[in-house]
């Protein structure tokens, strides 16, 4: 892959009827919405996005399982409940654009792709950032954008950004991230040593006042950096 790839959704459900549409449906309803994800949008991007073709051949039975898997290289594809809390969270909305720091696998993207007009996504890891667009690519994408670099200094040149989602750990909010979400904006990370249970954290910024608030308790991956 070139150092950027460009991809956009179709604006249509993904695979309906394939092979796991049951068990996606039954994902949504008792790992997600009785935990209490109640945004109409995240949970339809949830019954829509079909989290087995983010996962390899030898996972696939466990692709709806309640738990991360992993993908390879040290990451993981973050637990369904997680997914949808931090797209819940960051209150996505038609006309948006998003920036995702960790693609992963790109379900993430994926899954945000199906809500707001444009997501913007980084990893670090090239060999992710290949599989991860070439499968949003197969699936119809065309609404994200991946770039392989170091995320901690996100994507100036195409911030501001109305929702900035991070996907792995670090132990303080990087500032650049903070300067690239705009006023008014909200952003999801989880803050604290990669080696203990860490907090996913809530900032909101208004003008020059940023707040932070401390949500749930979560375990992910640690904030690799070039």
């Known amino acids: 892959m070139s150092k950027f790839g460009s991809?956009?959704?179709?604006?249509?459900?993904?695979?309906?009827?394939?092979?796991?549409?049951?068990?996606?449906?039954?994902?949504?309803?008792?790992?997600?919405?009785?935990?209490?994800?109640?945004?109409?949008?995240?949970?339809?991007?949830?019954?829509?996005?079909?989290?087995?073709?983010?996962?390899?051949?030898?996972?696939?039975?466990?692709?709806?399982?309640?738990?991360?898997?992993?993908?390879?290289?040290?990451?993981?594809?973050?637990?369904?409940?997680?997914?949808?809390?931090?797209?819940?969270?960051?209150?996505?909305q038609k006309g948006q654009r998003v920036l995702e720091i960790g693609t992963g696998s790109g379900y993430q993207a994926a899954v945000l792709a199906q809500i707001v007009d444009m997501v913007f996504t980084i990893e670090v890891v090239p060999e992710l950032a290949n599989a991860a667009a070439s499968r949003v690519s197969t699936l119809g994408y065309k609404n994200v954008k991946i770039k392989v670099a170091d995320g901690y200094y996100g994507w100036k040149e195409n911030s501001p950004f109305d929702a900035i989602v991070v996907t792995a750990t670090t132990e303080f909010i990087p500032p650049p991230l903070l300067e690239q979400l705009k006023d008014g904006g909200r952003m999801v990370i989880p803050v604290g040593s990669p080696f203990f249970t860490q907090s996913l954290m809530l900032v909101e910024k208004q003008g020059k006042k940023i707040t932070t608030h401390s949500l749930i308790p979560v375990r992910f991956v640690p904030f690799t950096r070039n």
């Open 7 to 92: 991809f956009t959704f179709l604006g249509m459900a993904l695979l309906v009827g394939d092979s796991f549409e049951r068990e996606r449906r039954e994902m949504v309803r008792f790992q997600i919405e009785h935990r209490g994800i109640k945004d109409a949008a995240t949970l339809s991007a949830m019954t829509a996005v079909p989290r087995h073709r983010f996962v390899a051949e030898n996972l696939l039975k466990n692709a709806y399982d309640d738990g991360a898997l992993p993908i390879g290289h040290g990451q993981t594809i973050s637990q369904p409940y997680i997914v949808a809390y931090m797209t819940e969270i960051v209150k996505p």
